[in-house]
Nanobody, 126 residues
Framework: QVQLVESGGGLVRAGGSLRLSCAAS????????LGWFRQAPGKEREFAAA????????NYADSVQGRFTISRDNAKDTVYLQMNSLKPEDMGVYYC???????????????????WGQGTQVTVST
């Protein structure tokens, strides 16, 4: 089992940047695919980015492609989401999710993930 704790959210102006972090507990962090999902008020949770166990393969939602970068540091049991050129529509609670998966195609749907954190709020002002 793994526990996930997100941090790094906050208030930023449109066009600005934020870097989210997700620290994981557990000895098998390197066996997990990791994803970032987000949920805006009144909307369903949606996929943003995912990275495979090795840190080589990534997937991105079309809406964030080219602006967001997911990365991981297996030595620190941490996954990151660098968010640049933020837009108001990026606003929401961002969740880190983990899936025991040694494939090179990290999942892009929430139902594939077994663990998730409490989330961190991202607010983008105009």
């Amino acid at each position: 089992q793994v526990q996930l704790v997100e941090s790094g959210g906050g208030l930023v102006r449109a066009g600005g940047s934020l870097r989210l972090s997700c620290a994981a507990s557990g000895r098998t962090f390197h066996r997990y695919s990791l994803g970032w999902f987000r949920q805006a008020p009144g909307k369903e949770r949606e996929f943003a980015a995912a990275i495979d166990w090795s840190g080589v393969a990534t997937n991105y939602a079309d809406s964030v492609q080219g602006r967001f970068t997911i990365s991981r540091d297996n030595a620190k049991d941490t996954v990151y989401l660098q968010m640049n050129s933020l837009k108001p529509e990026d606003m929401g609670v961002y969740y880190c999710e983990a899936d025991v998966d040694l494939s090179s195609n990290p999942p892009v749907v929430a139902v594939a993930y077994d663990y998730w954190g409490q989330g961190t709020q991202v607010t983008v002002s105009t």
